[in-house]
């Protein structure tokens, strides 16, 4: 009993500080949730992504709320990008079912040092709005894409490559980009997961804890990114990603010395 009391503890913990990082930079929060169900929950790495994707949900609909609240959100681009994005989410929990788990995590730590790199010498503008064409449907459509991949892959909500691609690439302002990529997630969530809990990937009852205590902090961290300005919360992101790549790199380098299977 008392096991299992000290296992609901350290969810509802998790879930808390995701939720927050969530809410605070516009990611389903999987980029923080896999690597502290892995490290501290001994979690392997396909049912760590696949149950971080099922947390993704109700942490991204009660942040993209948040966003929404404030018009910080691009429905138009959500729902282009979610097209492309259910389609990927299949096609990446495809993935992962047939995917060595030390190919798993060597893809996940390349990814999020990838990021932080371009995410330090990010400052974005605030008071830019997406002018939609020919082109930019199409590359959203394409980014939707990729990012589903991604997601059902690597059990992320897809956050740290939408958000600062739809700032790099698309020009659109950082709060927007937040809001929006949060609206993607939502369907990307549920096609993955869907997909994860068929082959057997998902804890639900982790899942279920971790994402009850993440929707009142996501609006916390939600509430907050108003007020960071945008260099800081750009730096604030990187060494966030920086952080997790070394936990979970520490965390694949001492499974291999125990022996244990990676």
């Known amino acids: 009993m008392s096991e299992n009391r000290g296992r609901i503890v350290r969810l509802a913990l998790i879930g808390l500080v995701v939720g927050f990082f969530s809410g605070l930079f516009g990611v389903g929060g999987g980029i923080v949730l896999v690597p502290l169900l892995i490290a501290v929950m001994g979690f392997s790495q396909r049912?760590?992504?696949?149950?971080?994707?099922?947390?993704?949900?109700?942490?991204?609909?009660s942040g993209m709320i948040a966003y929404a609240a404030h018009g910080s959100v691009d429905w138009i681009a959500g729902a282009l990008l979610a097209a492309g994005a259910i389609v990927g989410s299949l096609v990446g929990t495809w993935l992962l079912h047939r995917t060595h788990q030390l190919v798993l995590r060597r893809i996940f730590?390349?990814?999020?040092?990838?990021?932080?790199?371009?995410?330090?010498?990010?400052?974005?503008?605030?008071?830019?709005?997406?002018?939609?064409?020919?082109?930019?449907?199409?590359?959203?459509?394409?980014?939707?894409?990729v990012t589903g991949t991604l997601s059902g892959l690597l059990g992320i909500g897809g956050?740290?490559?939408?958000?600062?691609?739809?700032?790099?690439?698309f020009g659109i302002g950082d709060l927007v980009a937040k809001g929006t990529s949060l609206l993607m997630m939502i369907p990307t969530a549920v096609t993955g997961t869907v997909a994860n809990v068929r082959r057997g990937h998902t804890d639900l009852a982790a899942a279920a804890v971790l994402g009850l205590?993440?929707?009142?902090?996501?609006?916390?961290?939600?509430?907050?990114?108003?007020a960071v300005p945008p260099l800081l919360g750009s730096i604030l992101f990187a060494l966030l990603l920086v952080y997790s790549a070394v936990?979970?790199?520490?965390?694949?380098?001492?499974s291999r010395r125990k022996g244990e299977p990676t």
């Open 109 to 145: 730590v390349g990814f999020l040092l990838l990021v932080a790199a371009r995410m330090f010498f990010l400052v974005p503008d605030r008071a830019v709005v997406l002018q939609f064409d020919t082109w930019v449907i199409v590359g959203l459509i394409v980014l939707g894409l």
């Open 213 to 226: 205590l993440a929707v009142p902090a996501s609006l916390g961290g939600a509430a907050l990114a108003w």
């Open 47 to 61: 049912t760590a992504s696949g149950t971080s994707l099922a947390a993704v949900l109700p942490t991204a609909v």
């Open 159 to 169: 956050g740290v490559f939408v958000v600062p691609a739809l700032m790099l690439v």
């Open 247 to 254: 936990q979970l790199a520490w965390s694949a380098l001492r």
